[in-house]
Structures are given as structure tokens and as C-alpha cells.
């Protein structure tokens, strides 16, 4: 199983842009990246999932470099709500092997 | 998106006691189904995974005489916990994998488990 680390907590201010990096080294060639979204007695909230390079939604965007031994979460323009707990997961799926990062804790303020 | 219910989403029971939680694939079909456990302030651990119709399959140290799990349907997965003791307690979430879309899978609400 790929092994996992996330920085543990991060601050920012409204409006401004985070960038939340995953390390994973020993990713597998079948591992697809997935971030989730967790605010406290909920259950995680998908945000966006990932091979390869670049993808983008309506709610964020996913970095992955050639490697694939890292992955960055970028949220523009967060706001206060933004402020939960981020996990990066990694795995197949298909396989059952799935590794959750331990959670990046981000506080926005005002 | 695609929605997993959980229930109940919070559960009191005594000591010596069976609970039974609840999950669910609304809108979809999920060929499989995790569970896991989540302490206060810690990342979440998988306990096992099911696969419809077939037995789970545990993780490392979680007991599968303690905590059942049935996978009866694609849209049913429930996980009892048998002869509940308050070090039983934490919050459970489920989580299913879209038979028809690859490598996502989405959670549920979670249920949080007190035993008194």
C-alpha cells in the first residue's frame, strides 16, 4: 500500500489561493489520486480525483506531476467554509487498496 | 453526485449489546462497500470490505466475529457490531464504489457509536 504524508495543518485568509501537497512515493502503476473534503461528526465529501497531469473543476484543481509521487490540491479563492480537514486517498479501487493520508487540519480566517 | 446513507447517524447502546448500522447506495449500484472507523481528530481506518453477495474481507487486527458485515444487495451493506464495549465507540463510516464509474467512491454521513 503506497504510503502516505500530508502536511498536518495549514492557515490561510479568504480569497487568497491553497495549495495542499500529498506525498506518495510508492504510488503503483493502477493508483488513482482522490481528495476529500471533511468537516468535523461528517462523513468525507469528494472533491476531485486523478491519474496523471492536470485536472480541473468547478470546485478545485488537481496537479500531478510526471512522477506521480506527489499530488497538489489547489482550492482559489478559499472562504471561511472552506476550514475542515483535507484527506488525500490513494489506491485502486478495484483492488480494495486504499491508503488515506493523515489529513490536512486547514483553518481560513477572516 | 452520487449519495451513500448511513443510519442511524447516531447510535447509545449498552454494554454487552449488538448494533446494527445501516448503508446505503442511493443512486447507484455498488458492487463494493468499505467500512471504516474513525477516532476523534485522527485519519479514517479501514476496518473491511465488502463485496456484494461474497464475505468481506477484514484488515489486520479488526475481529470479523465482532464486527459483521453482510453485503446482500448492491445497495445494502450493514455492519454489526456484536457484544458492544465502550472502547467500541467511535464514529463508523461507509463508503461505496460506483460499479459504473471507475475508481471513485463516496462516503457516507457516518454514524457515530456510544456505548454506555
Known amino acids: 500500500l503506497a504510503k502516505i504524508t500530508q502536511p498536518i495543518s495549514m492557515d490561510s485568509y479568504e480569497g487568497q489561493e491553497v495549495n495542499i501537497t500529498c506525498s506518495h512515493n510508492?504510488?503503483?502503476?493502477?493508483?488513482?489520486i482522490t481528495w476529500y473534503q471533511q468537516f468535523p461528526s461528517q462523513g468525507p465529501r469528494f472533491i476531485i480525483q486523478g491519474y496523471k497531469t492536470k485536472v480541473t473543476n468547478e470546485v478545485a484543481s488537481l496537479f500531478i506531476p510526471a512522477d506521480r509521487k506527489s499530488s497538489t490540491l489547489s482550492l482559489p479563492r478559499v472562504s471561511l467554509s472552506d476550514t475542515a480537514v483535507y484527506y488525500c486517498l490513494v489506491g485502486d479501487a478495484g483492488r480494495r487498496a486504499l491508503t488515506f493520508g493523515s489529513g490536512t487540519r486547514l483553518q481560513v480566517q477572516p | 453526485g452520487a449519495v451513500v446513507s448511513q443510519h442511524p447517524s447516531w447510535v447509545i447502546c449498552k454494554s454487552g449489546t449488538s448494533v446494527k448500522i445501516e448503508c446505503r447506495s442511493l443512486d447507484f449500484q455498488a458492487t463494493t462497500m468499505f467500512w471504516y472507523r474513525q477516532f476523534p481528530k485522527q485519519s479514517l481506518m479501514l476496518m473491511a470490505t465488502s463485496n456484494e453477495g461474497s464475505k468481506a474481507t477484514y484488515e489486520q487486527g479488526v475481529e470479523k466475529d465482532k464486527f459483521l458485515i453482510n453485503h446482500a444487495s448492491l445497495t445494502l451493506s450493514t455492519l454489526t457490531v456484536t457484544s458492544a464495549h465502550p472502547e467500541d465507540s467511535s464514529f463508523y463510516i461507509c463508503s461505496a464504489k460506483d460499479r459504473d464509474s471507475g475508481n471513485t467512491i463516496y462516503f457516507g454521513e457516518g454514524s457515530w457509536l456510544t456505548v454506555v
Open positions: 510508492n504510488i503503483a502503476t493502477n493508483d488513482y
